[in-house]
T-cell receptor, first 111, second 115 residues
Framework: EDQVTQSPEALRLQEGESSSLNCSYTVSGLRGLFWYRQDPGKGPEFLFTLYSAGEEKEKERLKATLTKKESFLHITAPKPEDSATYLCAVQAVQAGTALIFGKGTTLSVSS | DAGVIQSPRHEVTEMGQEVTLRCKPISGHDYLFWYRQTMMRGLELLIYFNNNVPIDDSGMPEDRFSAKMPNASFSTLKIQPSEPRDSAVYFC?????????????FGSGTRLTVV
């Protein structure tokens, strides 16, 4: 069964304190791995798509990386506005499958 | 484009009542998805449509749940009768393709509380 596990469930950082979020996945064949950001009371907002091991994508203070079994979302020198829940999702190679999401990591950045 | 529009934003209903959630996808998007989010289970896919046709409804929890897409600009998710365990945030999302690198665009969700 395709599965996505994110850790930690919650992370508290001081402003400027860099860290990483983890997304481990088990899928019959990976078509793509997606990262989303979700603010309270809103729907998930698309951040990145990664397709193959070794691939990296960057956006401002965020950098996503991918290996054959997991993905990391690195947050460099975070600011309070980076506080949100970060969701990871995978899409399997099998035809007709939609995105499968992890439960997310809730990040809180204090000034 | 105004994005994916869901209504209502909040719904409180009594157990046993019928609940209808509504969604207007982004114009031109061929795929529409209904997801449910809870603390315990995270985001779960309920059903998705392609060109208004239901493709995968394996995530619909019970016969009490039904979804329709009568045209390209409107979809409904109905729960009849509702139960307290149906309380969750229900999201609608749309996409140009099932396998797009651009992911899915989500609406703001409907928070359903069944008392």
């Amino acid at each position: 069964e395709d599965q996505v596990t994110q850790s930690p469930e919650a992370l508290r950082l001081q402003e400027g304190e860099s860290s990483s979020l983890n997304c481990s996945y088990t899928v019959s064949g990976l078509r793509g791995l997606f990262w989303y950001r979700q603010d309270p009371g809103k729907g998930p907002e698309f951040l990145f798509t990664l397709y193959s091991a070794g691939e990296e994508k960057e956006k401002e203070r965020l950098k996503a990386t991918l290996t054959k079994k997991e993905s990391f979302l690195h947050i460099t020198a975070p600011k309070p506005e980076d506080s949100a829940t970060y969701l990871c999702a995978v899409q399997a190679v099998q035809a007709g499958t939609a995105l499968i999401f992890g439960k997310g990591t809730t990040l809180s950045v204090s000034s | 484009d105004a994005g994916v529009i869901q209504s209502p934003r909040h719904e409180v209903t009594e157990m046993g009542q019928e609940v209808t959630l509504r969604c207007k996808p982004i114009s031109g998007h061929d795929y529409l998805f209904w997801y449910r989010q809870t603390m315990m289970r995270g985001l779960e896919l309920l059903i998705y449509f392609n060109n208004n046709v239901p493709i995968d409804d394996s995530g619909m929890p019970e016969d009490r749940f039904s979804a329709k897409m009568p045209n390209a600009s409107f979809s409904t998710l109905k729960i009849q009768p509702s139960e307290p365990r149906d309380s969750a945030v229900y999201f609608c999302a749309s996409s140009l393709a099932l396998r797009g690198g651009y992911g899915y665009t989500f609406g703001s969700g409907t928070r359903l509380t069944v008392v």
